[in-house]
């Protein structure tokens, strides 16, 4: 049962600022597995829009393990470009299945 306390929230402000993330969920009924969702804030237009911004999927992280994976002791699992650093960048919209916009595009 939620009680409304926030004390041990992560406060986020703009992603791009501070890079911070956050999670909600939990157990679900269902075989005990964890049901977790990481989110960010993205502010926009001085404060008067804000995006609370999800993954719909996991193809990107899919894609940067290929790219970039680095196992220094077992090369056999490197990437492509073993420790190369990724820019994460959204501009797929969670409700249209991670299809992209013409605003998510211009904000990226």
């Known amino acids: 049962e939620s009680t409304g306390d926030l004390s041990k929230s992560t406060p986020l402000t703009n992603y791009r600022d501070e890079l911070k993330y956050a999670t909600v969920g939990g157990v679900t009924n269902t075989k005990d597995t964890a049901a977790l969702l990481n989110y ?20 990107g992280t899919h894609v940067a393990g290929i790219v970039a994976a680095n196992f220094p002791d077992s090369p056999e699992l ?22 992209e916009t013409g605003t998510g595009l211009v904000q990226a």
């Not at 990437?79 to 919209?93: E, L, M, N, S």
Request: glycine share 16%.
């Open 40 to 59: 960010v804030l993205n502010i926009y237009e001085d404060g008067k829009k804000l995006c609370i911004t999800c993954d719909a999927g996991s193809h």
């Open 78 to 99: 490197n990437g492509v470009a073993p420790g190369a650093q990724i820019v994460g960048c959204k501009i797929g919209d969670s409700r249209l299945g991670s299809m």
